[in-house]
């Protein structure tokens, strides 16, 4: 068996060599810097192979974890267990086909070297991050996350957009770091170490005898309140909306990277979650308003980038809500996915612009009564539940995951609705129904997958208290009535109140706004530009309005 320092040296060699590369472009930080390209490509092979070999390794003898160095049990120490492997294999082929496409994307760049260069220090950080066995390196890989995207938001300095939205994700990022601060010095003097497995296991082992830690609903509170602010939930979600200055590759790695720090600090602290009451709550709340905004003015948007923004909120809002519901296998099992589909969403938006922009969608002329509507939901929430049942889905204490199950099948209302409406309803009610049993075959499937691979990492799924029933069931009917509405929006889109509320939606009711004028966002320094004053900002952003096109290409 491969000896512990081997393995130590094989997991950091990862985050090293993007580390090398990250101090070579200070060498090469201009045009054509064939050594950093060199080095930035390696580094992701390099990633790859590592992250292989400890998947090998975690499936045959277990999780594992390198020797302390630092004192007092608090310092830099790696942790290999089934959910460090899996961030760390997604984070390797996001590194391979981000740093790949960004060698083509800014060739003639006359700083494509400090570019790559801050690449690869922001892929070391979110490696460090997912690998941290300790508390001590769990914070410092927390912050450097968020100094190297900075570098990142910032890359043309000169632009006031960029310099906006990079002063409010660098506020909300400072506040995000002092309650994980906050939650580590907590945990530190409660346990008396930084060792993350000898922090679980005390509250695995007090949970199983029913005593209750002292003070871990707080330190649970202020690790959720952290998450929200990495994950821009409302109302702290403006900056991500407006991170379009920064080249295309920095949104394909923020939004498919960067952005799951949140659920994935919520998914490693698991048991400290499941050990509290009210942190659960805070998360189905804030996460659940935040998925159905992010939805709703998503539908409104006029620019690509920027619905692909409110579906990255929305996204992250959904997967913090299924953390909330205590479904920890289902939330990684979404955050996988999100990131490989907007990572392709955003690195192809140029192409799919013009494709979309070819195509041309003939208008509903016919009109759909509600009830059909209603008939729509229930029978793709009947079908799904008739399912979920013969799967063998025990209601009473899995009723969280049947739950996050009916609110994924609720989008195939559409068809059950459309088919009602057909002159062939039966043939399309029957393909609408194989359609939801092959989407619930599908999830269930995944999410047992998911969910045998995590066993060791996240507390199993116990049979939720009265209050989640309540909260359950509030999420449901919300989804449910937001699905209603959406199906009938095309409809009824010709009314003037509906345009008169899109346009409302549209600006995310104005929350940003009121986020821009109490943090200031608008005033900003740099040496370029010397001073960007609030009346430059927003002339800045009305020309970004006005000159916004629609997708068929029409004028917003």
């Given amino acids: 068996m491969i000896s512990q320092n081997l393995l130590a040296l094989i997991v950091i060699l990862s985050p090293a060599a993007f580390t ?53 049990n608090l310092g830099f120490s ?31 760049d006359k700083r494509q070297g400090a570019f790559i260069g801050r690449l690869a220090a922001t892929i070391a950080s979110v490696q460090l991050l997912v690998l941290s066995g300790n508390l001590g390196i769990l914070l410092v890989s927390w912050i450097l996350t968020s100094v190297s995207l900075h570098r990142l938001l910032v890359f043309y300095s000169d632009r006031p957009g960029a310099l906006i939205s990079a002063k409010k994700k660098f506020i909300l990022a400072r506040l995000g770091d002092l309650c994980l601060l906050i939650a580590v010095v907590m945990m530190y003097n409660q346990f008396g170490t930084g060792d993350l497995e000898s922090i679980f296991t005390t509250v695995k082992n007090n949970q199983a005898l029913g005593f209750p830690l002292a003070g871990l609903e707080t330190v649970a509170i202020f690790l959720v309140l952290t998450a929200l602010l990495k994950s821009a939930q409302f109302p702290t ?33 698991a048991f400290v979650l499941d050990a509290s009451s009210y942190a659960p709550i805070i998360l189905m709340i804030v996460g659940g308003f935040t ?24 996204h992250m809002g959904f997967s913090l809500m299924v953390c909330g519901l205590g479904v920890y296998p289902a939330a990684m099992l979404h955050l996988v996915a999100h990131s490989f589909y907007k990572a392709h969403s955003f690195l192809s938006s140029g192409s799919v612009i013009d494709v979309i922009r070819g195509s041309k ?39 969280s995951l049947l739950a996050i199950g009916a609110i994924i099948v609720l989008g195939l ?3 059950f609705t459309a088919a009602l409406e057909s002159k062939k309803s ?30 060791a990492q996240v507390p199993e799924l116990t049979a939720p208290s009265l209050g989640k029933i309540a909260a359950i069931s509030i999420i449901l009917i919300v989804f449910a009535a937001v699905v209603f509405i959406q199906i009938l929006a095309p409809f009824i889109s010709q009314s003037s109140n509906y345009s008169a509320l899109a346009i409302h939606i549209r600006n995310g009711f104005y929350a940003n706004a009121i986020f821009d004028r109490t943090v200031s966002a608008l005033r900003v320094h740099s ?30």
């Fill in 291 to 314: 998925a159905l905004f992010g939805s709703v003015v998503y539908l409104t948007q006029t620019s690509v980038k920027t619905a692909l923004a409110y579906s990255s909120i929305a």
């Fill in 527 to 556: 040496p370029e530009t010397k001073h960007v004053t609030l009346l430059q900002a927003d002339q800045f952003k009305r020309i970004e309005y006005i000159n916004a096109e629609s997708f068929d290409g029409q004028p917003a």
């Fill in 78 to 108: 790696l942790r290999v267990d089934a959910l460090s492997v899996m961030m760390m294999t997604m984070i390797a082929l996001l590194g391979f086909i981000i740093v790949k496409f960004s060698i083509n994307y800014l060739d003639g």
């Fill in 20 to 72: 090398i590369t990250a101090l070579m472009s200070w060498f090469q930080p201009g045009l054509r810097p064939l050594m950093v390209k060199r080095m930035g490509m390696f580094s992701t092979v390099i990633s790859i192979a590592i992250a292989i070999v400890c998947g090998y390794m975690v499936m045959n003898y277990g999780q594992f974890q390198t020797g302390l160095i630092g004192f007092n």
């Fill in 413 to 415: 209302s559409r068809i």
């Fill in 237 to 269: 979600h403006g900056w991500l909306i407006e991170v379009m200055e920064t080249p295309t590759p920095v949104s394909a790695l923020l939004h498919a990277g960067l952005l799951n720090a949140g659920p994935f600090l919520i998914i490693r602290m």
């Fill in 361 to 399: 969608i003939k208008s509903l002329e016919q009109s759909i009564k509600p009830y059909k509507v209603i008939i729509g939901i229930a029978l793709a929430v009947g079908v799904y539940l008739g399912f979920a049942m013969i799967w063998g889905i025990n209601p009473e204490k899995e009723l």
């Fill in 426 to 455: 039966l043939p399309l009610l029957l393909q609408a129904a194989l359609m939801s049993i092959i989407v619930t075959t599908a999830f269930f499937t995944l999410e047992s997958g998911m969910h045998y691979l995590l066993s």
